[in-house]
């Protein structure tokens, strides 16, 4: 999993540098109207993440949204990067797990929706960009600059940026 691995981390390194660009009394803030609260985007994100990785490895997902409602996950200053960072390295294991030869192989999932792992990987990316731009919008509300964009590593792994 060469490049899909390549993209996941830089993804998620783009998140995390977004996360830590959050002062602890923005995380659950009401942005008014009907945007969630950063945490509740963060939570998200990392809760959609995990299930697909688990689900490409083959690893049972029944009770994995208690994994973030554990206490790492509730202190904003030091735990929520901490806990973003360990599960980065969760789903890193589990995609190490996937079979890179396999990646457009089709599977029904256990919802019944027929895709291929390489398919799904796309999906948790483009959910990841989702909320991590819904995450900076509601930033820029409360007057806080996310960091710039990593346009420049996008290109890098051969991702062409639209002018």
């Not at 998200?44 to 994994?67: K, Y």
Request: hydrophobic content about 45%; proline content about 8%; aromatic content about 6%.
């Amino acid at each position: 999993m060469g490049p899909e691995r390549a993209v996941f981390e830089l993804n998620s390194a783009h998140t995390l540098a977004v996360i830590r660009r959050i002062p602890a009394t923005a995380w659950d803030r009401l942005p008014g109207g009907s945007a969630a609260t950063l945490r509740d985007q963060l939570l998200h994100l990392a809760l959609v993440r995990e299930s697909i990785c688990r689900a490409l490895a083959g690893v049972d997902t029944t009770g994995l949204g208690e994994t973030f409602e554990a206490p790492a996950w509730r202190n904003p200053e030091a735990d929520l990067p901490a806990a973003f960072e360990a599960h980065i390295l969760r789903c890193l294991h589990l995609l190490a797990a996937v079979d890179g030869a396999r990646l457009d192989a089709p599977f029904t999932t256990r919802f019944g929706n027929r895709s291929t792992p390489r398919n799904f990987l796309r999906s948790m990316l483009v959910e990841e960009v989702h909320h991590r731009a819904q995450m900076t919008m509601v930033m820029r509300l409360f007057g806080l600059e996310p960091p710039p964009f990593p346009g420049q590593a996008w290109v890098q792994l051969g991702i062409p940026q639209k002018d």
